[in-house]
């Protein structure tokens, strides 16, 4: 297991404080991450903790997965890095997505299936 945890379901209003005290409990934090959102710095409900350890990591998806923290269940595993599984692409990566691109967009009405 890595170091670096994924942590989900966060009360909008956790901070990075409260996150390292918390998970201090399971081992030494190296590293604590709320994600905000850029205009407004509002918490987007999760974040990031690298433990110092892959002793404390483990310890901490154990002890910390499920807890009640402000009434929500935290969500805890280990960081998939960027990109690992979790990209939003379809296909062969070159279309962008939805559809579009590589090829031309007109195509010929067609009948409506009664």
Do not use: C
């Amino acid at each position: 297991m890595g170091r670096r945890l994924y942590i989900g379901n966060l009360p909008y209003k956790a901070t990075d404080e409260e996150l390292r005290e918390l998970f201090s409990q399971a081992g030494a934090v190296a590293n604590v991450q709320v994600m905000r959102d850029a205009a407004t710095g509002r918490a987007r409900g999760f974040g990031f903790i690298e433990m110092a350890t892959d002793e404390g990591a483990q310890k901490a998806v154990e002890q910390f997965h499920q807890y009640q923290m402000q009434g929500r269940a935290l969500v805890v595993n280990e960081a998939r890095p960027k990109g690992a599984g979790g990209d939003r692409s379809f296909g062969d990566g070159n279309r962008g997505g939805y559809g579009g691109g590589g090829g031309s967009s007109r195509r010929e009405p067609r009948e409506p299936r009664w």
